[in-house]
């Protein structure tokens, strides 16, 4: 058992969101869909794939009843990225507390890291949450995740409003 210590910083923005009016231009092989009723295996599997070099543990030992209740929840959508139909990376969106939008999870598996997906998965994820119309959409970060994470979110205008140290156990 490994205990790491972290900052989490705690990003949002306020309406009214920047309106991303150009479309995306995804490569020939890449699909980013809507995921619903996405199977429990095959959400741990891709949380594992995106999140283990990162220390991402919340969801790892989630019995099946809680993780469905969590991602088959109404309040959720999963958006899969794919390459040739093999899942590269998602975003995990949850509407429970709407008006505000929280970006839960944002990631892509390690290859795929720095070919340009993650502000094109950043920007269309963007364009989804501003069609509800949010009054506030959150995300957050630590000092574990990829050192590029709390500049893409920036450079999208998000702004820290928290910050706090805490330990995370990773098995």
Known sequence: MTKLQTIVTHLSMDAPLAATVDNIIWPEDIS??????????DYRQLYDM??????????????????????????????VLRRKGAAIGYVELNYKLFP?????????????????????????????????????????????????????????GFEAYRRKQVEIIDD
């Open 100 to 156: 505000q939008v929280e970006i839960v999870f944002f990631g892509l598996i390690e290859d795929e890291i720095g070919n340009g997906f993650g502000p094109l998965m950043m920007k269309r994820s963007m364009q989804l949450i501003r069609t509800r119309a949010p009054k506030r959409v959150i995300i957050q970060t630590c000092t574990l995740d990829h050192p590029s994470a709390l500049k893409l979110y920036q450079s999208f």
């Open 50 to 79: 995106v999140g283990r070099k990162w220390h991402w543990v919340n969801r790892r030992h989630l019995t099946d009843r809680q993780l469905a209740a969590i991602i088959h929840n109404p309040a959720t959508e999963i958006y």
């Open 32 to 41: 980013f869909e809507l995921t619903p009723s996405m199977a429990l295996n």
